[in-house]
């Protein structure tokens, strides 16, 4: 089982940049499709954006152009760069292992990491 501890979360100015990134422990993290999720207090966790082990990527619409998933798997870590961010993506940002054929989370969350973005 892979445990992920997410970081970079700060409070910027809407129109600003950040990197969330997310550190893996043990040696299955390459072979997994991973994906970063969102939630804010009284909603649903709804997905970000996926990769998969070969890097191909996928992106909610929402954040479609804004941001991009990469991902390092020399150093176990994903990584989500956040660009023109508005007060929208506000929430709280996790990531998981992604089954692709159903854009579904596997396994458990980490802590996760605040992002908040003021106008």
């Known amino acids: 089982q892979v445990q992920l501890v997410e970081s970079g979360g700060d409070l910027v100015q809407a129109g600003g940049s950040l990197r969330l990134s997310c550190a893996a422990s043990?040696?299955?993290?390459?072979?997994?499709?991973m994906g970063w999720y969102r939630q804010v207090p009284g909603k649903e966790r709804e997905l970000v954006a996926t990769i998969s082990s070969v890097g191909n990527t996928y992106y909610a619409d929402s954040v479609k152009g804004r941001f991009t998933i990469s991902r390092d798997n020399v150093k176990n870590t994903l990584y989500l760069q956040m660009s023109s961010l508005k007060p929208e993506d506000t929430a709280m940002y996790y990531c998981?292992?992604?089954?692709?054929?159903?854009?579904?989370?596997?396994?458990?969350w980490g802590q996760g990491t605040q992002v908040t973005v003021s106008s």
């Open positions: 998981a292992p992604t089954r692709i054929s159903t854009m579904s989370p596997l396994g458990s």
């Open positions: 043990g040696s299955m993290f390459s072979i997994y499709a």
